[in-house]
């Protein structure tokens, strides 16, 4: 492990209400009501969450392992941040301030959905929360055409996103992302086409586009298995990510990852420091945690694991108010896990990963059976394999799952 990933680290906040919860979504969510519960919405606890998420920062701050280490990127996400106060919001990353080690300028992102411009998104509150330290705002777009945002299960009409877009850059916002979903059964490459120019005429720095994946638990899993069809085949979906890579990167956006895509210099740092394999704070319900510890042994043995905080709001409050932390689960990795996800998260990434950090950090070298599907691989067209560095071509990165289980099926 270097140097650098031992001494930085990132701090994610979970806030998991939402207006409306996307037959898509399999995150952590809750959908809230402003009267009480109201057909199975809740009242959105904004205040004692913020209070247990305060509590809960001063835990970790007053642990040795994380009290000093320098923070480098924050991310808030959901549901939907944006629905809290911009009071509540400016006492998150004040608190946040006080407890840790946060230098100027550090990334500091609240995503947002567009469909609450009108009652919560306003120009007045994004300005409060630029000046109270945000500086990058992740906006859920998807679309621009309104049937498919039906589809998708989206509360915002497609004017809402160039709204929102104008009131950030007004307020102060320099560094905004979009987020496109695209490969839905009804979709053709034309309207996908009409997504891509409409994202890119509001210039933003980022633009994350994904394609639509079914997973458990979610409205559209539960209707793929009553027999209706929700996404694109397989061959349509290939060439639809075929022409976001050649429409974004032929307007000057460059592809870092498998779904993301960056002007220059505005690469996501939070989601960047996840795929390196960095350690971070996950707080609030549900949220994820991630160290390792380089344990000075000889030779250096490091020592790695995950965690996870109770997913239920209500739950997650009262052991915050009880014992500083909402801890449910943690998993101590062991060094074949740390393996795989070396490959996992770095292939993610369109610079891959190098072959000499793999066996300096794991003090292992490959087995021929690695190389030998990395040739395969490399022959198909699917790998691009240089030196120590190993990345997936462009046409492999519409595979990457599977590419990714062959090697790692290789690691010995």
Same mark, same amino acid.
């Given at each position: 492990m270097d140097q650098e990933n031992s001494s930085l680290s990132s701090i994610y906040i979970h806030i998991p209400f939402c207006i409306r919860k996307c037959p898509y979504c399999d995150f952590n969510s809750y959908t809230v009501s402003s009267n009480g519960r109201v057909d199975g919405r809740i009242e959105m606890p904004e205040d004692s969450y913020t209070k247990a998420l305060l509590l809960e920062m001063s835990s970790y701050a007053e642990d040795e392992l994380w009290k000093e280490k320098i923070v480098k990127t924050i991310y808030l996400g959901g549901g939907t941040p944006s629905l809290f106060s911009d009071i509540s919001l400016k006492v998150i990353l004040e608190h946040l301030r006080r407890s840790f080690?946060?230098?100027?300028?550090?990334?500091?992102?609240?995503?947002?959905?567009? !469909?609450?411009?009108?009652?919560?998104?306003?120009?007045? &509150? %994004?300005?409060?929360?630029?000046?109270? !330290? /945000?500086? +990058?705002?992740?906006? !859920?777009? $998807?679309?621009?055409?309104?049937?498919?945002?039906?589809?998708?299960?989206? @509360?915002?009409?497609?004017?809402?996103?160039?709204?929102?877009?104008?009131?950030?850059?007004?307020?102060?916002?320099?560094?905004?992302?979009? #987020?496109?979903?695209?490969?839905?059964?009804?979709?053709?490459?034309?309207?996908?086409?009409?997504? %891509?120019?409409?994202?890119?005429?509001?210039?933003? $720095?980022? @633009?994350?586009? =994904? @394609?639509?994946?079914?997973?458990? !638990?979610? #409205?559209?899993? *539960? *209707? &793929?298995? +009553?027999?209706?069809?929700?996404?694109?085949?397989?061959? &349509?979906?290939?060439?639809?990510? $075929?022409?976001?890579?050649? =429409?974004?990167?032929?307007?000057?956006?460059? $592809?870092?990852? @498998?779904?993301? /895509?960056?002007?220059?210099?505005?690469?996501? &740092?939070?989601?960047?420091?996840?795929?390196?394999?960095?350690?971070?704070i996950g707080l609030g319900a549900g949220a994820h945690g991630f160290a390792q510890l380089d344990e000075g042994a000889e030779p250096p043995k490091v020592k790695a694991w995950r965690w996870k905080n109770a997913p239920g709001p209500d739950d997650y409050i009262k052991r915050v108010q009880s014992y500083g932390r909402s801890e449910i689960s943690r998993e101590e990795l062991t060094d074949e896990q740390r393996k795989l996800e070396f490959f996992l998260l770095g292939l993610r990434q369109s610079n891959g990963v190098n072959l000499k950090d793999f066996e300096i950090r794991f003090k292992s070298s490959l087995p021929k059976s690695f190389f030998s599907s990395v040739q395969y691989l490399s022959d198909k067209g699917m790998l691009v394999f240089s030196g120590s560095q190993l990345a997936l071509s462009e046409a492999g990165m519409i595979y990457s799952d599977s590419i990714i289980d062959t090697l790692t099926d290789n690691l010995g």
């Amino acid at each position: 492990m270097d140097q650098e990933n031992s001494s930085l680290s990132s701090i994610y906040i979970h806030i998991p209400f939402c207006i409306r919860k996307c037959p898509y979504c399999d995150f952590n969510s809750y959908t809230v009501s402003s009267n009480g519960r109201v057909d199975g919405r809740i009242e959105m606890p904004e205040d004692s969450y913020t209070k247990a998420l305060l509590l809960e920062m001063s835990s970790y701050a007053e642990d040795e392992l994380w009290k000093e280490k320098i923070v480098k990127t924050i991310y808030l996400g959901g549901g939907t941040p944006s629905l809290f106060s911009d009071i509540s919001l400016k006492v998150i990353l004040e608190h946040l301030r006080r407890s840790f080690h946060v230098p100027e300028g550090v990334e500091i992102t609240i995503e947002a959905n567009p !469909g609450t411009i009108g009652e919560q998104l306003t120009e007045a &509150k %994004l300005y409060s929360l630029r000046t109270a !330290g /945000f500086n +990058r705002l992740s906006l !859920g777009a $998807q679309s621009w055409s309104a049937s498919k945002l039906q589809s998708l299960g989206r @509360i915002h009409n497609p004017g809402d996103t160039e709204k929102t877009v104008a009131a950030a850059r007004a307020a102060g916002f320099e560094n905004i992302s979009l #987020d496109l979903m695209y490969a839905i059964s009804d979709e053709d490459e034309s309207a996908l086409l009409l997504d %891509l120019q409409s994202a890119v005429n509001l210039k933003p $720095q980022h @633009i994350s586009a =994904y @394609i639509l994946s079914i997973e458990p !638990g979610t #409205d559209f899993f *539960r *209707r &793929k298995q +009553r027999g209706e069809t929700i996404t694109a085949d397989e061959e &349509k979906a290939a060439a639809m990510n $075929q022409l976001t890579r050649k =429409y974004l990167r032929e307007n000057g956006y460059r $592809q870092y990852e @498998i779904s993301n /895509f960056a002007l220059p210099g505005h690469e996501s &740092k939070h989601n960047q420091a996840y795929w390196s394999g960095r350690s971070y704070i996950g707080l609030g319900a549900g949220a994820h945690g991630f160290a390792q510890l380089d344990e000075g042994a000889e030779p250096p043995k490091v020592k790695a694991w995950r965690w996870k905080n109770a997913p239920g709001p209500d739950d997650y409050i009262k052991r915050v108010q009880s014992y500083g932390r909402s801890e449910i689960s943690r998993e101590e990795l062991t060094d074949e896990q740390r393996k795989l996800e070396f490959f996992l998260l770095g292939l993610r990434q369109s610079n891959g990963v190098n072959l000499k950090d793999f066996e300096i950090r794991f003090k292992s070298s490959l087995p021929k059976s690695f190389f030998s599907s990395v040739q395969y691989l490399s022959d198909k067209g699917m790998l691009v394999f240089s030196g120590s560095q190993l990345a997936l071509s462009e046409a492999g990165m519409i595979y990457s799952d599977s590419i990714i289980d062959t090697l790692t099926d290789n690691l010995g």
